[in-house]
Every structure is written in structure tokens, then in C-alpha cells.
């Protein structure tokens, strides 16, 4: 079974600019949440996305978005980048179903670089 | 709010040596799951062990083992016969057990060193 996907893995972007990221999750997982981890604050949860809707948002800006298709795959944008927005990027899938046995498993990251 | 600590930044440990990471979390909730993720060097965040917290049972997976002290709110982690593979940082983490609420809330992780 192929794993957690992001693309692109890195990415170089001027402040004011915007982004958009990409998350495929293992198939037949539907929940996709989004984390952001820099080395002041860790691993920050932003979104959860569940069946094409959000489920949870952390305490993150409007400028950061995201949605979900029908196939699960999901995306986040950040528009107007600032320079403490250079991070990893991490988003996990899981089935969603809130089980204790259901685990989120992570993808590789997308480095996000903000000049 | 949930928070989980880790107190812990680094630590190190000699290659075949038993070692242990501590945690503390913090909720007002009675069911939840908590789990230890490990982060090597190429960044791919991969899930230890987990424990459910209405299990008095303490999960164990080959070499790794957890203290779970649901009063104390204590969660640590021990690592048997270090290898030089477990090199990583090791984060705590903590998930409601309500259904609709995903999100993991992360420690800030500990560093760990394995010395040869």
C-alpha cells in the first residue's frame, strides 16, 4: 500500500507571495490533517479534513486554507507569506473514524521556504 | 486545552543501553490516546506505540515500552537495547478520544542520541 504523498517537497516563495500544497492520503483513509512544525513552536495542528469538510481548525490566521476532494486527496494554501511562515509542512491520513487503533500516519513534509 | 510537555530536550544513551523519555500531559478528558512518534533525520514522522488511556495495560511493541500513569498523568517511554537506528526526535502525543476530534496535540520533543 503506497503511503502518505506531498508534493512539492520543497519550495522557495517571496513574502506577499501565495502557496498551495498537496497531500495524498493512503487510499481509503478519508481524514487528512495538516500540521505545521518550525523549531520555536513544534508541531502546530492546523486542519482537519474529513469526507470533503472540515473538521477541526487550529488557531491559525485566515490566510491559511485548505479543502478536500472526492478522493480524499487535499490541499492548503497560505496567501500573503511572511517570513515565519517557513516551515515543515507535515499532513497525516487516517481512516477518521476516531478508533484507538486509528492511526494517523504522516508523509514526508513539504519544506516551505519564505525569502 | 490539552497540552502534553516533555522536559527533556536532548539525552543521550550508550548503543545497547536502556533508555527512557518522560512526559506529562494535561486534559480534563477521561478517554483519549496517547502515543510516542519518532522523527530521524529524514523527517518522515513515524508512529512508536500508543496506548489507550482506558487500558491499565502498558502497550508495549519489541523494544519499546511505555509507563502509562493515568493519575499522574505521565506517559514515558522506555527504549531498550538502543540501536543506533533509534536516533531521532521523540514526540508525545495526545488525541481526544471523541469522534470528529483528530488532531494531535505534540510536545515539543526530545533529541535523542544514541553513542556507539
Known amino acids: 500500500k503506497a503511503g502518505v504523498t506531498q508534493t512539492p517537497r520543497y519550495l522557495i516563495k517571496t513574502r506577499g507571495q501565495q502557496v498551495t500544497l498537496s497531500c495524498s492520503p493512503i487510499s481509503g483513509h478519508r481524514s487528512v490533517s495538516w500540521y505545521q512544525q518550525t523549531p520555536g513552536q513544534g508541531l502546530q495542528f492546523l486542519f482537519e479534513?474529513?469526507?470533503?469538510?472540515?473538521?477541526n481548525k487550529g488557531n491559525f490566521p485566515g490566510r491559511f486554507s485548505g479543502r478536500q476532494f472526492s478522493n480524499s486527496r487535499s490541499e492548503m494554501n497560505v496567501s500573503t507569506l511572511e517570513l515565519g511562515d517557513s516551515a515543515l509542512y507535515l499532513c497525516?491520513?487516517?481512516?477518521?473514524?476516531?478508533?484507538?487503533?486509528?492511526?494517523?500516519?504522516f508523509g514526508p513534509g513539504t519544506r516551505l521556504t519564505v525569502l | 486545552a490539552q497540552t502534553v510537555t516533555q522536559s527533556q530536550p536532548e539525552m543521550s544513551v550508550q548503543e545497547a543501553e536502556t533508555v527512557t523519555l518522560s512526559c506529562t500531559y494535561d486534559?480534563?478528558?477521561?478517554?483519549?490516546?496517547l502515543f510516542w512518534y519518532k522523527q530521524p533525520p529524514s523527517r518522515q514522522m513515524i508512529l512508536v506505540i500508543r496506548?489507550?488511556?482506558?487500558?491499565?495495560q502498558n502497550a508495549t511493541e519489541n523494544r519499546f515500552s511505555v509507563n502509562f500513569q493515568k493519575a499522574a498523568k505521565s506517559f514515558s517511554l522506555k527504549i531498550s537495547d538502543s540501536q543506533l537506528g533509534d536516533a531521532a526526535m521523540y514526540f508525545c502525543a495526545y488525541r481526544s478520544a471523541w469522534l470528529g476530534d483528530d488532531k494531535i496535540i505534540f510536545g515539543k520533543g526530545t533529541r535523542l542520541h544514541i553513542l556507539p
Open positions: 497525516a491520513s487516517s481512516l477518521g473514524m476516531g478508533q484507538g487503533t486509528d492511526t494517523q500516519y
Open positions: 496506548q489507550e488511556a482506558y487500558k491499565q
Open positions: 479534513y474529513f469526507s470533503e469538510t472540515q473538521r
Open positions: 486534559t480534563s478528558e477521561s478517554d483519549y490516546y
